[in-house]
């Protein structure tokens, strides 16, 4: 399973680690992804997804119908 969400489009990032002595290692930033279950009621369908935390909040604000016609428009997803 890739880290990428499924409607946003985020990835990890790349970043460093920073020690005391100031030296800098190479480490990446995860998405927090949870794989979710979304029924939708326009096309009468359960989904199985992969969504960043902060895209849940935004899916319970919007709704998952009107967050995947984004997400279409945009070219994040395939679903």
Not at 20 to 41: S, W
Not at 56 to 69: P, V
Request: charged share 30%.
């Amino acid at each position: 399973m890739s880290k990428v969400c499924e409607i946003s489009g985020k990835r990890p990032r790349v970043g460093n680690n920073v020690s005391h002595a100031n030296n800098k290692v190479k480490r990446r930033y995860n998405t927090n992804l949870q794989k979710k279950r979304f029924y939708i009621p326009e096309e009468d369908k359960w989904i199985t997804i992969s969504v960043a935390t902060s895209m849940l909040r935004t899916i319970n604000k919007n709704g998952i119908y009107a967050e995947i016609k984004k997400a279409r428009a945009k070219g994040t997803t395939s679903l």
